[in-house]
């Protein structure tokens, strides 16, 4: 701390590369980008993404989770953690998304990170992106914790549009579309097609005349006008055109087919309707080929423009993922849905075709919790700088991490989204740790690399329960790794709240015909809820029948008296996949809903969707990742 | 040491100064209020109420409509109308509550306003089981705070905290609770320590304390301070004296080295007592105390549990924050004025007094009791004549109402007319200081809207016949025989002009007196509607009752109506039609043939997602706490069962139709409203102040 101004006033005074070994003296170097300087940032992004070997992202969201149980837990298999993360990233919102592209040389990472500050701001009055999202207040009191500046963001916030949306935002905005490229339809013209394109084809003859001959001469304003009138005429910036209202797209087509015969003089463009399809085809009249020429170079880059402002701060993904650079995140499920959502298209129902999809968007993703999982186990490194310091204490693995300082505070650089570089850093760390060097060279070398690419693309519930949360949190399971099927696995609910899994265990075993000693664990999903791991095949639905039929006796008899509930794993599916179940704070308000609402209907929709779960349900969790 | 950190404050602050435009404090005085200053302005506020003739009020909230199709709709029924405010006020935050009680000065011949502007944020202080730590934004809103230069800094770091009335008896119920309750060891009771850790712990503690509690009893001189660094932890032996008794404060152990330390003095000491003392701040003492008697135990037990208590109590109150506010405007039983506020009346129901109810009446029901007098300046301008005349037909929003009615005020005296005698006149007081005369106040700024609303208010007051000059001090507005039409009417919801008696419960379709009556012709039956849903996108109303008029006859819609992209109302000239219609769709679709095909109808059905529901069905997706953004998504999400109910429709159309519904036909309108979605912006991000 004594040192710290010293370290400064060098750092300002030599004005270039520090070095360290740990992340936190680069803390200064993160390039802060807000509206403002967005396309001056983006430029200094491109370089460097070309340059870099693999970019590091790192997201703040204004919430996670509203519940306990709505956390993707160990006990979810990938369908349960998808449609967990995928509620969160449909609710809540990425305030500041980091970008920081780096390179591997041996021990040597070189990172730039970028931190963009992001708000859904509905540039274009069309409700886009978002409607709306919800704010954790514990969430945005750890944001003043790191003295966010909430104004900064929402004011000059950069907004963007997804590629799902951007089509539909060009429509509704209703600016007229070029249209370069006309296929002949091969279908032959009917009696109402030949009336219509003789009408057209004489009222552009007519009116390209009459434009022609009073260019020439020099009409006053007034007959010019009064001509104006009476042809439709208008004008386009400073050359006329014209405007011909269609009612159908037949009809736009035959006005570009018949457009082809005055393509040298006359530019075609479309204007579409509010509520979609075409309003009208505006016929512009170009003066010679080379200001035909002008003319279309002026509209491309009115497109571009309007697209670059459409787009926003959904350059960068597009950025990213034309690079096809592989990309590393502490935690990919949880990241990759909020970037999937927000930047290519509303988030599809099933996590296979989620994972496809996004495979074609980013082909290389890396899970800097996943690769840690081979080292550490996971319920020790919660958070990025838990891992740090875990790996600190017992591997000797040093890195060498060069932030280039390219600016002070009054140029945009401060903290804020310093956690990417932790994560190159971490990335680095664990990649030295498990012998897998991050490939030099050439780009075409990272293909070759295919120990590390082995650890690509794993998504999965990777993120552990909130550590201490659970009451006691005392560790049920052995500690050594057990994979359970789902089928063997019971939820309870409705014993005295407060109960520890341990007490709750040890009544259940005074029920010797079903809790077998040592064939049975408990855990404590939140105050309300446990989950009941059976190690031989069959209990679990013997419990579920006993517990509903007459024969019940002993103690298990009195605790189902007092309330005590059970349901298979197929009910939590059910209340995973069905959002209307998801109200409550606690999992044992859903269970109770969900089998209170078990009405025909929806038992038809699960019957008919369970041929395509069936592999999940021979899926195993994981329980030593609890 | 202090050189980098003071830096960085300040290049933080030149920082912030160059990217954001700080909002650019008003000329118009307002108390600011924010957790800083609270308890005073609490303090002095509760003298101006006291005094006040009335209180106006005026709330920001973080948003209105959580989903496209929650918006007012003229297809809305008054229960359908509750809901959607319900669900408001449900899911927004208020970040800005204005308060302004009103003074009329009889020295000065006018009114003093106290204009405060609280900023207000859902912070947790104490985490509350079932109150949501969440809250929604609609960005269309938060822009239009932004707009106004709405400083979100100010209310998240420094906006006062609250709790509900509900929340606060839960917490306490709860303290009670868990203070009542013996110790529980159950878990830890009997079972011997396996892990190796513990013992040594254990008995490092039990000579620990043997030692302190034999130089307390022989009178050794070594009561040292002692910190046990050997280890490298920061745990801590301090002898202090708990209320005259000896006692050992612990500090820096974890909750299991305590519970273990509890173990430890509970077996073997007799007269040692651990005990954890909380007195309210945020701070708890961890002690062991040294006792003489079982009956001293029993004596210091008592002590703690009522240090604790009142620890507790004070804990709470002030997590109860902002709340202060509110029950201090109740038991005063003021005239509460406010412009269009029904929704600002729900979200002080919701985050101040408890729950909101299922229905409209018992909401009245509540609101009257806790605030017995209200008036609403909005329908007060539009149900009066004579104010109505004085408007000359203009906009009855806020800010053009004030223009209108109190130009001195809104210009600040700046143009001496000879029409301005018979304005009321209003002087502002902030603190100490008075003010006649100012530049324009912030607009959006809840403290300046509530003092508008106070002005119209005013001025409407005389316009009505209330000659404040001539009024005794003694007479309470809120009783006044002019303003008895007007108290507790509200709009459920200004696009409709149903306004809410909350005295009664009752809700009238019409406004009171004047309004336009073309806007209300149109009769809706709801037994007539069918709601259509998930049918192809490219389809719009106008297609969309084609179809069905091919199949059902020209004369069977009376009109279509879209709710959003992805669903229509269809309203059907007679209730045998609707399940008509709910049949054949489902014959067409049970037999998805080459004859269904043929059907006119089967282009609505195309695609196999098309669904339909009677009313009923849209008041059970819409009291469902989900907000998909379009109706379609909703109505899955929500996955009510629709066979069901169109079961129950065949039974109620049994049933005759009622009296009060017109007969069909003067239905005169064949209206389609098309392509409603041109986006309203006014409309979504005005926080309901229109």
Known sequence: MKMAPLRQLLRRSRFFCTKASAGGRHRRNVKQVTRSNLSTSLEELRAHVSDCDFIALSLRRTGSASAAWQRVSAYDTAEMAYLKAKRAAERFQVLQFAVCPFSVRGSKVTANPFNFHLFPRDELKIGMPSYSFSCQTSFLESLVQEDFDFNACIYDGISYLSRAQEPAAKVRLGNPVHCSYIVKSPSSLSVADAVFVGRIKSR????????????????????????????????????????????????????????????????????????????????????????????????????????????????????????????????????????????????????????????????????????????????????????????????????????????????????????????????????????????????????????????????????????????????????????????????????????????????????????????????????????????????????????????????????????????????????????????GVELADAFDKALADSNPSSVAESESKRSEIYWCSDSIINLDDL | ??????????????????????????????????????????????????????????????????????????????????????????????????????????????????????????????????????????????????????????????????????????????????????????????RPLVNMADVFFTERMKIKFKDWRDSLVLGGSSISESQESSSGSNQQFQTIFYNMRPALSLIGFTAHQLRLIQLVTSKHFDDLAYVSVNSGGSHVQQLVIYIDSNADKDLLLKEVKEENHRGAESKIKAAVGFRHVIDLLSSEKKLIVGHNCFLDMAHIQSKFLGPLPKAAEEFAASAKKHFPHIIDT????????????????????????????????????????????????????????????????????????????????????????????????????????????????????????????????????????????????????????????????????????????????????????????????????????????????ETLERNNNTVSVLNPLWKLLEGGKTRAANYEAYKEICSSPLSKISFADQAEAVGINWKVKSAELEVAEERPSREDEPSHGSFSVNEIIDSFYTPVVEKQVGSGNL
């Open chain 1, 204 to 583: 552009i003859k007519q009116w390209k005349d009459a434009c022609k001959s009073s260019s020439t001469k020099t009409d006053d304003a007034l007959i010019r006008s009064l001509r104006q009138l009476a042809l439709g005429g208008e004008q386009y910036g400073s050359r006329p055109c014209m405007n011909i209202d269609v009612s159908t797209e037949r009809q736009v087509q035959l006005i570009l087919e018949i457009l082809v015969e005055f393509f040298e003089e006359l530019v075609p463009l479309i204007i579409p309707a509010k509520g979609g399809g075409t309003q009208a085809v505006r016929v512009v009249l170009t003066s010679s080929k080379e200001d035909k020429n002008l003319l279309e170079r002026e509209l491309q880059n009115l497109e571009d423009e309007q697209s670059r402002r459409v787009r926003g701060f959904r350059e960068v993904i597009d950025l990213i993922s034309a690079s096809q650079k592989p990309t590393v995140s502490h935690n990919s499920l949880n990241d990759f849905t909020f970037i999937y959502n927000m930047f290519v298209a509303p988030l599809p129902s099933n996590v296979d075709e989620f994972i496809c999809s996004l495979r074609s968007v980013f082909p290389h993703i890396f899970d800097v919790t996943h690769l840690m999982k081979e080292v550490v186990p996971i319920e020790k490194t919660p958070n990025v700088s838990a891992s740090h310091s875990y790996l600190k204490n017992r591997f000797f693995a040093p890195i060498d991490m060069e932030v280039p300082c390219k600016g002070t505070e009054n140029e945009g650089y401060n903290s804020h989204g310093h956690n990417v570089v932790s994560i190159c850093h971490l990335f680095a760390k664990v990649c030295s740790i498990l012998k897998l060097t991050p490939r030099t060279g050439s780009p075409d070398a990272r293909h070759e690399d295919i120990a590390l690419e082995s650890y690509a693309n794993i998504f999965g519930p990777s993120i552990v329960g909130p550590v201490g949360s659970f009451e006691e949190s005392i560790r049920v399971w052995t500690s050594s790794t057990r994979a359970v099927s789902t089928e063997d696995i019971v939820f309870l609910w409705g014993f005295s709240k407060g109960l520890s899994a341990r007490t709750l265990k040890a009544q259940l075993g005074g029920s010797p015909d079903v809790f077998l000693e040592d064939c049975f664990d408990v855990r404590l999903v939140d105050k309300s809820c446990a989950i009941v791991a059976f190690s031989q095949p069959g209990l679990s639905g013997k419990l579920l029948s006993l517990m509903s039929s007459e024969e019940i006796s002993g103690r298990l008899r009195e605790m189902v008296s007092e309330g005590l509930k059970g349901a298979s794993y197929e009910v939590y599916k059910r209340i995973c996949r069905q959002e209307g179940l998801w109200e």
């Open chain 2, 1 to 190: 040491m202090n050189s980098p950190s003071s830096v960085r404050v300040l290049s933080r602050a030149v920082a912030r100064a160059l990217s954001t435009a700080a909002p650019t404090p008003s000329t118009f005085p307002l108390k600011t209020v924010t957790r800083s200053n609270f308890e005073p302005v609490l303090e002095s506020l509760r003298d101006h109420v006291r005094s006040a003739d009335f209180v106006a009020v005026d709330l920001e909230m973080t948003g209105v409509t959580s989903a496209p199709w929650r918006e007012s709709f003229e297809f809305d029924r008054h229960d359908v109308r509750y809901l959607k405010v319900k669900d408001s006020a449900e899911k927004f935050a208020v970040v800005q509550f204005g308060v302004c009680p009103f003074r009329w000065d009889s020295e000065k011949l006018s009114f003093t306003a106290h204009p405060h502007n609280f900023y207000v944020f859902p912070r947790q202080e104490l985490s509350v089981r079932g109150s949501s730590s969440e809250f929604l934004c609609q960005t269309s809103s938060i822009d239009f705070l932004a707009r106004y230069q709405f400083d979100f800094n100010l209310c998240i770091r420094e906006g006062i905290c609250y709790l509900s009335r509900d929340q606060e008896n839960e917490l306490f119920r709860r303290f009670n609770e868990s203070s009542n309750l013996p110790r529980d060891l159950v878990d830890f009771g009997d």
């Open chain 2, 378 to 585: 909005k329908v007060l301008l539009n149900s009066n004549e004579m104010l109505q005349r004085q408007m000359k037909k203009s906009s009855t929003s806020l800010s053009s109402a004030f223009a209108l009615f109190c130009p001195q005020i809104a210009l600040g005296y700046k143009t001496p007319d000879l029409s301005l005698a018979s304005r009321v006149k209003v002087e502002v007081q902030v603190d100490d200081i008075r003010a006649s005369s100012w530049d324009m106040g912030v607009k959006h700024e809840a403290g300046f809207d509530a003092f508008m609303t106070g002005c119209i208010f005013a001025q409407a007051c005389t316009h009505l016949g209330i000659d404040f000059k001539l009024r005794s001090p003694l007479e309470d507005l809120a009783h006044n025989k002019l303003l008895q039409g007007h108290l507790n009417h509200l709009y459920l919801s200004w696009t409709s002009g149903d306004i809410i008696n909350l005295t009664t419960g009752n809700i009238t379709g019409k406004s009171l007196g004047a309004n336009d009556s073309k806007k209300r012709s149109r009769k809706i039956v709801f037994e007539n509607i069918v709601l259509l849903w998930g049918f192809p996108s490219k389809l719009r109303a106008g297609e969309i009752r084609e179809c069905i008029v091919k199949v059902f006859g020209y004369s069977s819609v009376t009109s279509v109506y879209q709710l959003d992209r992805t669903a229509v109302f269809v309203q059907f000239s007679k209730a045998g039609l609707v399940s008509d219609f709910l049949v054949l769709k």
